[in-house]
């Protein structure tokens, strides 16, 4: 029926291999397109884990693992969903040699799903809109009254792409820019601070994608 010819479209996607054979060392996860309205809908879950490399300050922070629930159409090959990552502490070298200690965290701009882009021939092409905030952040141990608002102005714009197994674990590494902060400081501007040691071009995101479960209630259940 059509649900088992999207199931098995699912299937093939997932190995970049339609039409053809692929071995494999045991049973597949199970896959479920269930929704009450569209079976060409496949909802599907994943952990992700991470590490950021920021251009400027020149070190890495490895991120906590998070989660995206995404909505895949089997048909049009859109995809689309959350990305959630909690905030990650981490030490940094400013300038080489001047200690940096901040909380960083990726949140998305509104309720809508953050991260929007195409899923086709086993190839995911997406991009995750984020705002970066900084918090618990002091400078050569001296701590700095950030206060409850410092992120960027505007989200970062973080272009994920490269194949996408649906079914187990896939590798990605994106270069993304820092837009410029604001509201940062709760008795004096510190957004020049931040623009200065942290925002701008080149920064480099590695991401791991591990298949968690498929289907509703799958997503979003936690």
Known sequence: GKRGTLVALALCLAVGACGTTVPTAGPAPALTTT???????????????????????????VLGRGRFDATVNLLTGAISGKLMIPPSAGTFLSFGFVPVTATTALTAPSTADDVTGTFQNGIADVTASELVGLSDTSVNGGALAVGTHCRTAVPAAIRITGPLNLLGTSHFTSTFGVPPFSGCGATEDLDPLFDGLVAGPNNVLATTLTFRCSGEPCVPAS
Do not use: C, I, N
């Open 35 to 61: 929704t009450a309205t569209d079976p060409s809908l496949l909802h599907v879950s994943y952990w992700v884990d991470g590490e950021t490399t920021l251009a400027k300050l020149g070190s890495s922070l």
